[in-house]
């Protein structure tokens, strides 16, 4: 409760009463389209989400970095094309995502991307396996004004651990965090809140008070248990929980579906937006092949593609069926999954 806290009064620091009137016009017209059933969008988005880089340097089973699977072109953002974004965007978004898919430590210009924002103030987050959190990367990090880092550690030994984080070295994710929390220390800093996230999968979750006790040990802000997601339904995955409780799936007649009962409405298509790598602007982080596709920055204004036809269809589209959307069809968003 108190780092949710701290959280939350880094992020009010970071607004402007501009931004806390965006964020007003995206919750009234969120909930009136709710209501009414009409597409009716005003604002901007509050939270964004720019992918630093495809690449990555593990291997995991369930994520098309890892499995290289992707049918859009791979590579990492220029920090020209990104600080172009940012400027077009710094006067109503107050939350940044440095993560999409892949790496962000693998960006050569990831504490430049960071430090961009932050300036501008936006409250900046990314997410890593910490396998890059080396002496200096653990002190750049620190200083770059980041706001909060997820540090993935889904076990608590090597073997649970590179069961799905494949090609990963526990030792050296602990020593990143251990690192990033010595220099946090010794800089006297109160940023960025560290979280270390734990998948909950068959093969770590006999590991759950092991974790926990992990957490304290290393001194981490804190510890976040979330449900791990598969792709193929119908098969399922050795990765799915054998208790039901700790997954955000249930089997029926045969296959795998999820949990959440998939009302015709999502907050994220009002609040918040995807850029790719090389700019192509998608509606969140479940469309991680950019299928669908508003548009693309290289060849429009962000205030071009925010509303225009692609999007407005996409959400009208929510409305009417969302899980007839793929994507939408392995999504937790409204989810109760106690874990989730």
Not at 205 to 229: F, M, W, Y
């Amino acid at each position: 409760m108190v780092n949710k806290l701290l959280e939350g009064i880094h992020l009010i620091q970071k607004l402007t009463i501009y931004k806390v009137w965006n964020i007003l016009l995206l919750k009234l017209s969120y909930f009136i389209s709710a209501i009414t059933k009409k597409d009716i969008h005003w604002g901007k988005p509050f939270a964004l989400s720019i992918e630093p880089t495809t690449s990555c340097n593990l291997r995991c089973p369930e994520c098309p970095s890892g499995l290289r699977s992707f049918t859009r072109p791979t590579g990492s953002i220029e920090f020209d094309f990104y600080k172009s974004i940012i400027d077009q965007c710094k006067s109503f978004l107050s939350y940044l995502i440095l993560y999409f898919q892949g790496e962000p430590f693998l960006n050569r210009n990831f504490f430049d991307l960071v430090s961009y924002a932050s300036k501008n103030g936006i409250y900046t987050v990314t997410s890593t396996n910490a396998h890059f959190l080396d002496e200096d990367n653990a002190k750049k990090t620190i200083l770059s004004g980041l706001d909060k880092i997820i540090i993935s550690l889904d076990g608590t030994d090597q073997e649970a651990y590179e069961s799905y984080r494949i090609g990963g070295n526990y030792k050296k994710v602990v020593s990143g965090i251990q690192k990033l929390v010595y220099w946090k220390e010794k800089l006297d800093k109160h940023k960025p809140l560290i979280i270390l996230q734990f998948l909950i999968m068959k093969t770590n979750q006999h590991q759950l008070r092991d974790i926990e006790k992990l957490s304290l040990e290393l001194k981490v802000d804190q510890l976040s248990i979330k449900t791990a997601q598969v792709y193929d339904l119908k098969k399922g995955s050795l990765i799915i929980p054998d208790n039901e409780k700790m997954s955000r799936y249930k089997k029926m007649n045969g296959s795998y579906v999820i949990k959440n009962k998939l009302e015709n409405k999502c907050w994220r298509m009002w609040s918040s937006s995807v850029m790719t790598w090389d700019g192509k602007m998608v509606p969140c982080c479940f469309d991680k092949d950019a299928k669908y596709i508003y548009g693309n920055l290289n060849e429009n204004r962000f205030s071009e593609i925010w509303n225009n036809k692609n999007h407005t269809l996409f959400r009208k589209n929510i409305q009417s069926s969302r899980k007839i959307i793929d994507i939408c069809q392995n999504c937790t968003e409204g989810s109760n999954i106690w874990a989730n």
